[in-house]
């Protein structure tokens, strides 16, 4: 959860290059790696045999390319650095995230895999062709590429094909991307599983319809999909951690055949006023707006909660990022009956001004350099108000953990 909420997080805030997707996260290479640039392309020394031949990741591109003097590029199988022929094995992780002015990719046939992210936000990419040695693509490899017109795949590929859209495992189990199509989308009929960023930052879909063949959505897959507002889960078993993250849904029906939800897969849908479950589900279910698990004992998401939300009287805890990045919540009574507050439950809650603890005895985290704090970036003037104690600040207390949780500017005051 960590790793995947920092990306959003990231975007979200406008920085231009997603984090914590996997080693090589900002595109260069690491400290042990050496590197050396060739038309308009940086790679990095993999390994050498030491009879003349070797291998190199593709790590972006140098600043030729970034005054604009390469537009197009041919990533070839084979490049010759001081007298050693290196064969060019990967695309590593973001190589080319957020470049603009690139409108066309060829990878020759050599290279076996293309890393996540790796053509992140090229919102220029119009064309791209994946060649038959390629068995590997990583998760949002195309997410938010809104021009890329042209997904072409050989013939030969053994592990991917394409409708010239949209991009698939060989056998259409599997929908990898689909950066490009618009308006109301339906999934083709026997696709199984919709891939980690399938439709990253797609701004111009507007709704999506699951076939029953669907059964389960990964990590990320609807993330920042501004325009959708609607989505048709059909027979969806399993929905991945941030899957419709950041996007513009404005209500959801959790179907009875869904038994997974990891996280919190709503946070940030500012647009989101409402979360239901069918009577039917067996594990989770809804009560005004919140989705719950089936005893009701756990809030899963407070995403659609309005400007003053009353717990259900049957919650103990407050999951993870329940209701990170709702933007309505004004004030709040955390009752007694809640027992734990988890980590980032209310975080970029930016209109939260007042919190109410009916009890000293609700656990809240230990702040660590890995983690977010249950009320990170609310309010500056946030007011929380805690039961008399005589024993005032001590260790441990809701005090202690509110100061240490929120802005600097929050006022603590006793009932």
Not at 344 to 368: D, H, V
Request: charged share 20%; net charge neutral; aromatic share 8%.
């Amino acid at each position: 959860m960590k790793s995947t909420f920092k990306r959003l997080i990231c975007v979200l805030l406008g920085v231009t290059i997603i984090a914590g997707l996997l080693p090589v996260g900002t595109g260069e290479a690491s400290a042990k790696q050496s590197t050396f640039r060739k038309n308009g392309i940086v790679y990095a020394i993999l390994g050498t045999s030491g009879d003349g031949w070797g291998e190199v990741s593709v790590i972006g591109v140098d600043e030729e390319a970034d005054k604009g003097l390469v537009y197009d590029f041919t990533l070839p199988s084979m490049i010759y650095h001081k007298k050693v022929a290196y064969n060019v094995k990967k695309i590593e992780s973001l190589a080319f995230a957020c470049r603009s002015g690139i409108h066309r990719i060829i990878i020759e046939d050599g290279i076996e895999e293309i890393g996540a992210g790796a053509f992140y936000k090229c919102v220029d990419l119009e064309e791209i062709f994946i060649t038959a040695k390629v068995s590997k693509i990583g998760s949002h490899c195309f997410g938010g590429c809104s021009n890329l017109k042209s997904v072409a795949v050989s013939n030969m590929n053994e592990n991917y094909c394409s409708d010239g859209t949209v991009l698939y495992s060989s056998d259409k189990k599997t929908l990898i991307s689909a950066p490009a199509v618009s308006g109301d989308y339906k999934v083709a009929k026997g696709v199984e599983t919709i891939g980690g960023g399938a439709f990253d930052s797609n701004m111009n879909i507007t709704s999506v319809t699951l076939p029953s063949s669907v059964k389960k959505i990964e990590e990320g897959a609807f993330y920042e999909c501004k325009a959708l507002t609607a989505v048709k889960l059909g027979s969806v078993e399993t929905i991945g951690k941030e899957a419709f993250a950041g996007s513009g849904l404005v209500s959801i029906t959790i179907p009875e055949t869904t038994v997974s939800i990891e996280g919190n897969p709503f946070v940030f849908c500012i647009s989101l006023t409402g979360i239901k479950v069918s009577k039917n589900n067996p594990k989770f279910k809804s009560s005004s707006g919140y989705l719950l698990n089936k005893s009701g004992k756990k809030l899963i998401s407070g995403s659609a909660a309005g400007d003053d939300p009353t717990f259900p009287s049957s919650v103990k805890t407050v999951a993870e990022f329940a209701f990170a990045g709702n933007e309505r919540i004004k004030k709040l009574t955390v009752p007694a009956g809640i027992k734990t507050i988890n980590e980032g439950a209310f975080c970029y809650c930016t209109s939260l001004k007042r919190i109410r603890f009916e009890s000293r005895n609700t656990k809240l985290p230990e702040i660590t350099e890995d983690s977010y704090g249950v009320f990170f970036n609310t309010g500056y003037d946030l007011i929380a108000e805690v039961p008399y104690s005589e024993n005032g600040f001590t260790e441990g207390s809701i005090e202690t953990a509110v100061s240490s949780n929120s802005p600097s500017g929050v006022d603590i005051t006793t009932f």
